[in-house]
């Protein structure tokens, strides 16, 4: 199925965040048919307020969202979830048990968020099959053990959304995984997301980093709509 316009391919604040995603600067996408707006990964708490910015660009508001994927249970992938309240949210079914799990003793989770998610109606736990609104659920685990990718037809080409799979173009050409809870699985994970590049020609959206093409090479620019909000957030600290 297509169908979507990519409408904003990545954040991930080139003057923020390093190549490993400090910061918590994690990149985002946001998908807009007809019939749908998708977000694929929130960011953080803090990204609520550029959601509503990058959203008015195209004349929508956070509550004519109407779906919500997350990539896996950290905070600062979804952590601005809440912000959305029309939307069904999908996370991976082994992800969020493992998370509820994990929560109280792993620093990239936060307690309230994970258990918000397991007790809210609105989600629904992907199976690693799933196809949801003409997205494709991919596996991907290792950075963390449900962890999921999500490939979906857009007006710039098949795009895979990896999260923190492949977190940065270092990881993406062979690097040492900056964290991940089972080495061998990030190499499997690495391996298919290559291949979905380089066999089927999709783009990459890496977690914390731009877009890449089927090539491997990072696609200047790639925060367009970044250096609008900061400057947009400038004006108007130095108007009031
Ligand atoms: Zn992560």
Redesign the pocket.
């Known amino acids: 199925m297509s169908g979507y316009r990519l409408a904003l391919p990545a954040i991930g604040a080139p003057a923020m965040s390093s190549t490993h995603g400090s910061l918590g600067w994690s990149s985002a996408a946001l998908l807009i048919s007809d019939a749908r707006v998708v977000i694929i990964d929130t960011g953080g708490p803090g990204y609520r307020a550029m959601w509503d910015v990058w959203l008015a660009a195209d004349g929508l508001t956070r509550f004519d969202v109407s779906l919500v994927l997350a990539t896996?249970s950290?905070w600062?992938?979804i952590g601005a979830v809440d912000w959305f309240p029309h939307a069904r949210i999908g996370i991976g079914a082994d992800e969020l048990a493992w998370a509820q799990g994990a929560a109280p003793a792993d620093p990239?989770l936060a307690p309230e968020l994970v258990s918000a998610l397991a007790r809210s109606p609105r989600v629904d736990r992907l199976e690693n099959t799933d196809e949801v609104e003409g997205i494709q659920v991919v596996p991907t685990p290792g950075?963390?053990p449900g962890h999921l990718s999500f490939a979906v037809d857009t007006d710039r080409g098949r795009i895979l959304v990896v999260g923190?799979a492949v977190k940065n173009g270092d990881e993406l050409s062979g690097g040492a995984f900056a964290m991940t809870m089972d080495a061998p699985a990030s190499e499997s994970s690495r391996q298919t997301i290559r291949a979905a590049a380089l066999d089927d020609g999709m783009s990459l959206l890496l977690?914390h980093d731009g877009l890449y093409s089927s090539r491997l090479e990072r696609v200047v620019p790639p925060t367009p709509r970044v250096s609008t909000f900061a400057s947009s957030a400038i004006v108007g600290e130095t108007a009031s």
């Open positions: 896996h950290h600062d992938h990239y950075h963390t923190d977690g």
